[in-house]
Nanobody, 123 residues
Framework: QVQLEESGGGLVQAGGSLKLSCAAS????????MAWFRQAPGKEREFVSC???????LYADSVKGRFTISRDNAKNTIYLQMNSLKPEDTAIYYC?????????????????WGQGTQVTVSS
């Protein structure tokens, strides 16, 4: 089993920045990819960004150029630096992990999920 714990959410004004972290613990010895998804009230969960073991990345078009995903394999932790935040970025942000090498946008292929962290961007 793998446990994921997100941190770093909060309230920020539009144009501001936040940095999310997600630490993985438990059976993390194999290679894995990790991702961030988000879910706004009344909307479906959507892909934000993912990063492979070798640090290849994918981004949703809505966050490209504003968000940066990174990882520290020694700490089993990924990060999401969010800049130029907009009110439409308001959501619960979830961290996810999947065994294997590939970068995937589809939530169904991720094996483990964190509890989520709230990000609220005020206008």
């Amino acid at each position: 089993q793998v446990q994921l714990e997100e941190s770093g959410g909060g309230l920020v004004q539009a144009g501001g920045s936040l940095k999310l972290s997600c630490a993985a613990s438990g059976r993390t010895r194999s290679t894995y990819a990790m991702a961030w998804f988000r879910q706004a009230p009344g909307k479906e969960r959507e892909f934000v960004s993912c990063i492979t073991w070798s640090s290849s990345t994918l981004y949703a078009d809505s966050v490209k150029g504003r968000f940066t995903i990174s990882r520290d394999n020694a700490k089993n932790t990924i990060y999401l630096q969010m800049n130029s935040l907009k009110p439409e970025d308001t959501a619960i942000y979830y961290c996810a992990l999947r065994r294997g090498m590939g970068a995937e946008r589809t939530s169904a292929v991720y094996d483990y999920w964190g509890q989520g962290t709230q990000v609220t961007v005020s206008s």
